[in-house]
Nanobody, 124 residues
Framework: QVQLVESGGGLVQAGGSLRLACGAS????????VGWFRQAPGKEREFVAA????????GYADSVKGRFTISRDNAKNMVYLQMNSLQPEDTAVYYC?????????????????WGQGTQVTVST
């Protein structure tokens, strides 16, 4: 089984930055695509960003493009989400997910493993 653990969430003022990290178990991590999703109270889980197995291909939701950057370090079994220019609308629980395929996807049902999530709160 692949285990994922998110960290780096917290409280930040609007306009500030946070870097989320997702640590993964497993020797085959380098073969998995990884995505970040978020869920705000009363809303469905939504796609944020994803990266393919090598880190050379990425995708972003329109709402975060230009502000967020996803990256990975396969030698450390880590995936990161750098979040800049944060706004209150970004407040949510952020989850990382792994897919047992090299190419990334944008729907939750296309992912096989999930972390517990980390809370991000952006204040005005």
């Amino acid at each position: 089984q692949v285990q994922l653990v998110e960290s780096g969430g917290g409280l930040v003022q609007a306009g500030g930055s946070l870097r989320l990290a997702c640590g993964a178990s497993g020797r085959t991590f380098r073969s998995y695509a990884v995505g970040w999703f978020r869920q705000a109270p009363g809303k469905e889980r939504e796609f944020v960003a994803a990266v393919n197995c090598s880190g050379l291909s990425t995708g972003y939701a329109d709402s975060v493009k230009g502000r967020f950057t996803i990256s990975r370090d396969n030698a450390k079994n880590m995936v990161y989400l750098q979040m800049n220019s944060l706004q209150p609308e970004d407040t949510a629980v952020y989850y990382c997910a792994a897919r047992l395929l090299p190419g990334f996807a944008t729907h939750p049902y296309e992912y096989d493993y999930w972390g517990q999530g980390t809370q991000v709160t952006v204040s005005t």
